[in-house]
């Protein structure tokens, strides 16, 4: 089946740092990736869509400028957070949509811990 | 707008016994996709069906099975004579063509 790679899986950061989380569409290219976040026992929220080549369509209530999306590449995109807080440490997960097959494929997802 | 309703938090079963995970779902389109994914402790979500609006046929693959009743805005999911490696978080959600509405998901325990 389709695969999707998001590394890192886990990273611990200082406060005010970046974090920059990849997400890599194996064998497939994909036009369209998603990246959620999720908090201990619930559900995935929607932070925002990637679209190659041209900007991230982003939720309402999400930071542009604290999360950046860059999908430079059919089968890349990236999330950056950008002068992450402890408030961000959070589980985020990333999907690609498969457009011939219409599903999205996930990620493993990245645990992100801010001291 | 799109809403998902597992009214089901948490399922814990003893080995062999079946399970079934209840979806009902609110859309304004005549045209849509209903999935389930599976989030083991891992955490990565395994994708396991995808059904569009106009199938309504039931599906059955290995020990899964899937009810589609659109009359009641429905997709249930069943495991039959369920496993310890069924314990997981399942998740249930609606699209159209771009952006998935996630239920709150149902936990299930399966013990030995």
Not at chain 1, 72 to 81: D, G, K, P, Y
Not at chain 2, 18 to 29: G, M, N, S
Not at chain 2, 62 to 77: A, I, L, P
Request: with cysteine; aromatic share 12%; net charge neutral.
């Amino acid at each position: 089946g389709a695969v999707v790679s998001q590394h890192p899986s886990w990273v611990i950061c200082k406060s005010g740092t970046s974090v920059k989380i990849e997400c890599r569409s194996l064998d497939f290219q994909a036009t369209t990736m998603f990246w959620y976040r999720q908090f201990p026992k619930q559900s995935l929220m929607l932070m925002a869509t990637s679209n190659e080549g041209s900007k991230a369509t982003y939720e309402q209530g999400v930071e542009k400028d604290k999360f950046l999306i860059n999908h430079a590449s059919l089968t890349l995109s990236t999330l950056t957070v950008t002068s992450a807080h402890p408030e961000d440490s959070s589980f985020y997960i990333c999907s690609a949509r498969s457009v011939a097959k219409n599903i999205q494929y996930f990620g493993a997802g990245t645990r992100l811990s801010v001291l | 707008a799109q809403k998902v309703t597992q009214a089901q938090t948490e399922i814990s079963v003893v080995e062999k016994e079946d399970v079934t995970l209840d979806c009902v779902y609110e859309t304004r389109d005549t045209t849509y996709y209903l999935f389930w994914y599976k989030q083991p402790p891992s955490g990565e979500l395994v994708f396991l069906i995808r059904r569009n609006s106009f199938d309504e046929q039931n599906e059955i693959s290995g020990r899964y099975s899937w009810n589609f009743q659109k009359s009641t805005s429905s997709f249930n999911f069943t495991i039959t004579a369920s496993q310890v490696v069924d314990s997981a978080v399942y998740f249930c959600a609606l699209g159209g063509d771009y952006k998935l509405s996630f239920g709150a998901g149902t936990t299930v325990t399966v013990r030995a």
